[in-house]
Structure formats: structure tokens, C-alpha cells
């Protein structure tokens, strides 16, 4: 007859229980596994909608426009006004969509046409997230009107026979003496 011992039943409950921790902890680095991808799509997709929502978001299309200097002179006198430039109609188009207020902090946009308008044009304002003004400037130079564009208004009609619109964050033309008839 065969001597029976204690010692295989513990080696089996061990190698069970092992199995089982060994189970365990695979599903448990799966979870993990499944975690960190899903937060790596997560800021992948998040974090430049969270970087396009602040307003110190300069998109490229309004980084790449021209800079220059237009001369204004208004109530105050004469002054030089740093300006980028939107002279394409992509540039018109898109140039603004997706700004915020810090790219007006200390800049305006001149929306320039080819040649003088004639007809009723309209102005894409989608996506800008600050409130502006518009000043809309003959051929001559001269302001012919000064137009509000609240916060959400997707277009601007403009009826005037312009050649510029000269545009800044709302509340930038009064201290600068920029009105209806300036030059």
C-alpha cells in the first residue's frame, strides 16, 4: 500500500489560488491597459479642443496673415495702428474664425479689397469669440460707418461702398477717436 501525505493536497490548493491571483491580476492589467489608451485618445482629442477654447488661441490662419501700419486720424489726431492684413477672400473667410480676445489686445484687422465695392457685401464673422467693432472705409479713406458685431453673428452686411473695414475688439475706436467720418 501507498503512503499517503498531506503534501499534495497543499501543493494543489497553491497552484489554484496562484491561477487565481494570475487570472486577477491579467484582468486587472487589461482595465489598466484599456484605461491608458482610453485617456491617450482622450487628450488626443480633448486637449486641443480645451487649447482652441481659451482665449489666447491664435489660430494659423490668423497668425499667417500680413502685418503692416495704416495711418488713421481721428478725434486725437493722427496715429499709426498696427494691422494684419486679410487681402484674399480665404484670408476674409477664415482668418478670424476660432479667435479670442487676446489677438485684439493690441492689434487690428484690415479686411482689404482690390478695388472698391459696389454692390452689397457680407463679411464671415463665424467662429470669433469676441465681440467687434467694424469701421467701414471708402475708397477715399474716409469712415462711413462704425458697425457692432456681437459676440455669436455669423455675417455682416455691409450695403456701403467701401474699399477696407478696419476691425477691433469691441469699445477700441472710441478711445482712439475713430467715428463716422474720420480719415
Known amino acids: 500500500m501507498a503512503q ?33 489608451v482610453a485617456f491617450l485618445i482622450g487628450l488626443y482629442i480633448v486637449a486641443p479642443r480645451v487649447e482652441r477654447s481659451r482665449d489666447s488661441y491664435l489660430p494659423e490662419t490668423f497668425t499667417k496673415l500680413p502685418t503692416g501700419i495704416v495711418q488713421i486720424t481721428g478725434e486725437t489726431g493722427s496715429m499709426m495702428l ?8 480665404q484670408a476674409r473667410t477664415q482668418g478670424l474664425s476660432g479667435v479670442g480676445a487676446t489677438a485684439f489686445a493690441n492689434k487690428f484687422v484690415l479686411f482689404a479689397q482690390s478695388r472698391e465695392t459696389t454692390s452689397n457685401s457680407t463679411y464671415n464673422f463665424t467662429g470669433v469669440r469676441v465681440p467687434l467693432e467694424v469701421a467701414v472705409i471708402s475708397e477715399a479713406g474716409k469712415v462711413l460707418s462704425v458697425q457692432s458685431v456681437p459676440l455669436t453673428t455669423p455675417r455682416l452686411s455691409v450695403s456701403e461702398n467701401h474699399r477696407w473695414l478696419l476691425i477691433a475688439k469691441a469699445g477700441t475706436f472710441e478711445p482712439y477717436g475713430i467715428k463716422v467720418d474720420s480719415a
Open 4 to 36: 499517503v501525505t498531506g503534501q499534495a493536497p497543499k501543493e494543489n490548493r497553491m497552484a489554484q489560488q496562484m491561477n487565481t491571483w494570475l487570472k486577477k491580476l491579467k484582468t486587472w492589467l487589461g482595465y489598466l491597459a484599456f484605461a491608458g
Open 82 to 89: 498696427p494691422v494684419s492684413i486679410a487681402d484674399t477672400s
